[in-house]
């Protein structure tokens, strides 16, 4: 019911810094929740931040002060400004929705901070 689709990933140095967007659509409710999770190979998948659309955010303590989420509610996208990167924030970045009901993921778009 809803469609998830991530871009901005990439390779990029240590210190970098990169964008990611998440564009949702289909049955989207008003009130949900948008965010980021991620996972590198042999890891299980970690919360990295989620944004409510009232404002309220949650986000890992392994990032709060390099990572920003935002959102514009009437495009319904979602944005992780990452900056200060380091070799293990190396991972696929997943998008999520979470409405009443129903969960969607999107595809995941890979993130290689590397020299």
């Known amino acids: 019911q809803v469609q998830l689709v991530e871009s901005g990933g990439g390779l990029v140095q240590p210190g970098g810094s990169l964008r990611l967007s998440c564009a949702a659509s289909?049955?989207?409710?008003?009130?949900?929740?948008m965010g980021w999770y991620r996972q590198a190979p042999g890891k299980q998948r970690e919360l990295v931040a989620t944004r409510t659309s009232g404002g309220s955010t949650h986000s890992a303590y392994s990032v709060k002060g390099r990572f920003t989420i935002s959102r514009d509610n009437g495009k319904n996208t979602v944005y992780l400004q990452m900056t200060s990167l380091s070799p293990e924030d190396s991972a696929v970045y997943y998008c999520?929705?979470?409405?009443?009901?129903?969960?969607?993921w999107g595809q995941g778009t890979p993130v290689t901070v590397s020299s």
């Open positions: 289909g049955s989207i409710f008003s009130i949900n929740t």
């Open positions: 999520n929705y979470q409405g009443p009901g129903l969960r969607s």
